[in-house]
């Protein structure tokens, strides 16, 4: 029998107020933040902070600008008085969550995470909750990725007394989760050695906002593991990669008297069951979930009772939905087992995503996808969506943990100079960071001419391509001009210029200066990025690694570049290339220097434990400082292949154009480089380059020179075009480095 909109309505109503739905707390309960993160150092002690007797506030002295990676939860200690940060109030003030016992006025301080573990924080702040009038709020940061000591779990939740009001709460810092797509935010990875993430066995939980993968160890496997417990809240998850030839892996798993919500949640590329009850007497709500790709079922009700509402289950082997005992609505679903009320049947995961390629999975819905406006509107149980507060003021809602949204041309602008909503050069935005969050995968962000002085890094976490070099008139990007008009990221040498942690970003026709941080001073790329950066200057840039570009994305390709006066107090003047098969192509490094301690170097390139490909490339006037090794490229445990290149008047105590450790092997074909052993092997030469004027950096080849026609047609991703975006192959053979010489 097919039931009624109402009836649902009703239902969850029910169920919720009954049962998910929490009461105001009293005003005497505490709630008490605390950060984890597994980065142990101290992240922050610059300059100095005040705090008055009996106040809540704390101001930093000028030269503290916070980073951004600091917030809620944080302990910071000032002498020796210890507090716990509630709220960032600027980049140079907080709030804590406990009155100051005296007056603290300039004094040094020390701000660290509170715990270096999830079940360090557990442990530590279970109890009576309830009788202690508290609740505990453990706040996750993306310093790298949990995993188990144990090899059963990262944590369990157990042990404390709890109520509607007085429970553990497990959440991910703004700024620091993961919207949607893998690898952006806070990760949980089992490695496929651990059996589970999460274990939930205390009522009233609540966990939120987590990535976790790769937990399929042992027969009943699970990322999340709800044990005995009622009423409990998993919200805004990434689960995936747990298929399991013989363990019978889970996303979610319920077990006897369990009680869950699941909401907003994305499960992929599974095993037994996206969401499964494997005990009698289990239940669960399960509204706005997307599931896809189980080897066995999406949502398995099994031995329990589900309530499914709002949720594409598609792609799955057995069945996307296997409901016998609840019911269900308002669903999509691949084969025929989406039933109730305004469900639809036969419908293919490539028309409702963005993409369902491995590897590149985005479950964002895409523009006319048959989820939009085909749900029913939850408002009185909760109004966020996968990326956070964005489910839409509409009668329907639409299917799924995504709420879409109308984009008008998929193009946002940018103008120092502007207020606007990003929608057109008259209404710009005025900052980057608005446009890239404002952007949707696969967005285009168009930057007018002019300087961005930064006062915190610009993070991308979503794939989205940035172009520079726009004058504020153009409707066509092959329009813009980069040899008349500049876009420019400075970070004021405060800050870092830009975080990118996605993959599929486009940066292209930028100058980047000016950046200041620790570990890429212009750019930091994350192990879980994946970019192109084309047509950039990036100059004047200092860090300890990488002043230029700090790189840990497995795979990325620079070319075009210009990188000249950057900075390294240890390694890689231009760039800190660690475990990454980069490209480097068709660019130039000039006068970049690295290296004030024994063991630093790489004045242009510092190679750890990396494969990159560099083709077509000049290096010059590149400096590893106070007797270091490597004026251009120092590789350490590293098996470079330079192809094409010119490395010229570079200066280091050793090997001043490549140095290498005793475990690295470079392969160095067709170049021309002014150090022994190279000349008269494998195409490669040793005779002055024969450039314009290097004086002045102008790198163009001259007509005598004896680069010209003597590179390699078969290097790898041989461009088109040289660095200036001119013909690359004008005779027979390509030249060697950066410019194709072009007779006048």
Known sequence: MKRSHFYYTALVVTFGVTFFLKTLPADALVINYRSIGTNRNILYSTGSASIEEGTTTVNFSAQSLLPENIGPGDMLTIADEVFFILNRESDTSVSVQSKSSRTHLNEEFAIKRAYNKIQAWESARDGDLVGEDRREVGVCYNDGVFRSEDRFSVATIKGSRTDAVHYMRLTVAEGQRHNGIAGNGVVLDGANRTQYGIRVMDDYTQVGWLELKRFRRRNGAAAIQVKYAGRVLLSQLMIHDFYSRWYNAVGIKGSRGSKFTARNCIIYDGDKAAIRTVAQGGRALIENCTIYGMDGRGIYENRGRYTVLNTISVGNRKADFSIVRGIQGFNISSDDTADGPTSFVYLDAVDQFVSVIPGEEDFHL?????????????????STDIDGPERQEKAAWDIGADEYKIYSSGIWYVDSEKYGNGSSWEEAFETVQQAVEAARPGDEIWVKAGIYSLLSEILIDKPVQMYGCFNGTETRREERNCRLYDSILDGQDMVRCLNIKSRGVVLDGFIISHGYDDMGGG??????????????????????????????????????????????????????????????????????????????????????????????????????????????????????????????????????????????????????????????????????PGWVNPVENDYHLKSDSPCINTGTNEAPDLAETDFEGDPRIVEEKVDMGADEFKAE
């Open 523 to 688: 750019i930091y790329a994350s192990e879980s990025s994946e970019y192109i950066i084309t047509n950039c200057i990036i100059e004047n840039n200092q860090a300890n690694l990488g002043a230029g570009i700090y790189n840990e994305a497995p795979e990325g390709k620079v070319s075009n570049c210009t990188f000249t006066n950057n900075t390294a107090t240890e390694h890689g003047g231009g760039i800190y290339i660690l475990y990454s098969g980069l490209k480097v192509a068709n660019s130039i490094f000039s006068q970049n220097q690295a290296g004030d301690t024994e063991g630093a170097g790489g004045g242009a390139i510092f190679n750890a434990y990396s494969y990159p490909k560099i083709t077509n490339s000049t290096f010059s006037g590149n400096l590893a400082r106070a007797g270091t090794e490597g004026g251009a490229i120092f590789n350490k445990d590293s098996d470079p292949e330079i192809t094409n290149c010119i490395l010229w008047g570079n200066m280091a105590g050793y090997g001043p154009e490549i140095a290498d450790d005793e475990t690295s092997k470079p392969v160095v074909l067709f170049s021309n480089i002014d150090w022994p052993g190279f000349a008269g092997t494998d195409g490669n030469i040793r005779m002055m």
């Open 366 to 382: 895409k523009n006319g996808a048959d989820a939009i406006d085909a749900a029913t509107n939850l408002a009185f149980l909760f």
